[in-house]
C-alpha cells in the first residue's frame, strides 16, 4: 500500500504558476498526475517513468507542464506555468507500484491515487 499527499494548489490569475507536489508513503514506479474539472470526467495530464527518463504530456498542457520526480525523497512534482482558466480543476496524483507499463496514461492503470489539490485560474 502506498499513501500519496498532494500540496501546491491554489488561486492564480491567467498567466500565472502553480506547482504542485505529490508526497508517497513508498517506492513507486510510474506515476501520473489526472485532472477532473466541474461535470467532466478525469483527464490525464502528465505522466513519468519510474526514473524519470520518459515524460509523456496531455495535447493540452504540452509546453506548459512540466513533471519531474525525486526517487530519493518519493515525490513526483508539477510545474505549470502560462496558466489558462481551463486548467482549473481538481489535481490527482497517481502511482504504480509495479511496472510494466513504464507510463500508463489512463486512470485504470494506476492502483493508488491521492485526495486531490484544486487549483482555479481566473481571468
Known amino acids: 500500500q502506498v499513501q500519496l499527499v498532494e500540496s501546491g494548489g491554489g488561486l492564480v490569475q491567467a498567466g500565472g504558476s502553480l506547482r504542485l507536489s505529490c508526497a508517497a508513503s513508498?517506492?513507486?514506479?510510474?506515476m501520473g498526475w489526472f485532472r477532473q474539472a466541474p461535470g467532466k470526467e478525469r483527464e490525464f495530464v502528465a505522466a513519468?517513468?519510474?526514473?524519470?527518463?520518459?515524460?509523456l504530456y496531455a495535447d493540452s498542457v504540452k509546453g506548459r507542464f512540466t513533471s519531474s520526480r525525486d526517487n530519493a525523497k518519493n515525490t513526483v512534482s508539477l510545474q505549470m506555468n502560462s496558466l489558462k482558466p481551463e486548467d482549473t480543476a481538481v489535481y490527482y496524483c497517481?502511482?504504480?507500484?509495479?511496472?510494466?507499463?513504464?507510463?500508463?496514461?489512463?486512470?485504470?492503470?494506476?492502483?493508488?491515487w491521492g485526495q486531490g489539490t484544486s487549483v482555479t485560474v481566473t481571468l
Open positions: 513508498g517506492r513507486t514506479y510510474a
Open positions: 497517481a502511482a504504480r507500484t509495479t511496472t510494466p507499463p513504464l507510463i500508463p496514461t489512463t486512470a485504470a492503470e494506476y492502483a493508488y
Open positions: 513519468i517513468s519510474w526514473h524519470g527518463g520518459r515524460i
